[in-house]
Structure formats: structure tokens, C-alpha cells
């Protein structure tokens, strides 16, 4: 395995991470899930086996599947030919931890967008390039702040 594949080893797993907590995670599993296929289709991950999934769909139990990439592996959605041609391992090892890396969301999204070859996506939040209002001396009046406070007697 080279070092290049290790290290989107490494960027896939702090997408994922990331991804889990995220409270919009759509781009997040778009980027794991393009960057899966592509290491697939170049040959540098390597399909493992089925594991039977901890969180079933509509309490019916399902398959995800185990992929290698570098010292790292990832589940993913099977293919119909993958469930046919698979080993089944059974459940989850939970025992079983990726290793630990300090990669930063950002640094690790330019890295699999870098392999990927898709284009460098501009930030979707617009700087706030306006003042903030200007506090008045009258907004702080006393007076204003609430018709409970009153001012404590010397």
C-alpha cells in the first residue's frame, strides 16, 4: 500500500467522523461515497467481506460492506453482486478501532477533492461584511434595559 493511499485512508476517516456529528452530513458521505468508488475502480482499497449492520432499517436486519483502504476500513452500501460474491463475517467487531490521525476537516476534504479531481467548492456561507449597529449611550440607559431594574439606593 502506498503513502498516498494511506493518507486518503486517513482524510476518508475524518470525513466520515466528521460526517456523523454534522448537522447537514450530505456532502460529507457524497465525497466518502465518490472517493469509495473511485479507490474501488483504481484498485487501491480492497472489498473485505458483509458485516451484518448495527443499525437495522425499519428493524429488519441488513448488510453493509467491509472495504480496506491503507491501514483503515470502511462500510458501505453492497451491490447485489457484491451480496452474491461476498463473504459474510458476521457481526461487527466492536473491539476493532481505526487508527487514531490529527487531520483537520478541511485539510482532509481537499484531499480526497484533490484525488477525486472535482473543482474546489466555495464556502456556501457569505461573510458577513456588514457594521454591527452602533450602540447609543440612550440604549444604555438604565431606563431602557428592563422596567424592573432600578438603581440601588446609596
Not at 457484491?82 to 463475517?89: F, I, P, R, S, T
Not at 484525488?115 to 466555495?122: A, E, G, H, S, V
Amino acid at each position: 500500500m502506498t503513502d498516498k493511499t494511506n493518507l486518503i485512508g486517513q482524510a476518508l476517516f475524518i470525513v466520515n467522523r466528521h460526517a456523523k456529528t454534522a448537522p447537514d452530513p450530505s456532502y460529507l458521505y457524497k465525497l466518502k461515497k465518490a472517493t469509495m468508488v473511485q479507490l474501488l475502480r483504481d484498485q487501491k482499497a480492497k472489498k473485505i467481506g458483509l458485516h451484518f449492520s448495527n443499525n437495522p432499517k425499519q428493524s429488519r436486519q441488513h448488510s453493509v460492506m467491509l472495504v480496506k483502504v491503507g491501514e483503515y476500513f470502511f462500510h458501505m452500501p453492497p451491490t447485489k453482486e457484491d451480496m452474491k460474491e461476498l463473504e459474510h463475517l458476521g457481526n461487527l467487531d466492536n473491539n476493532y478501532r481505526n487508527p487514531k490521525t490529527n487531520l483537520s476537516l478541511t485539510k482532509a476534504k481537499n484531499i480526497l477533492i484533490e484525488y477525486l479531481k472535482w473543482p474546489k467548492r466555495t464556502s456556501s456561507v457569505s461573510k458577513n461584511t456588514t457594521k454591527p449597529v452602533a450602540l447609543t449611550s440612550s440604549y444604555l440607559r438604565s431606563t431602557s434595559l428592563s422596567p424592573f431594574y432600578h438603581k440601588r439606593k446609596k
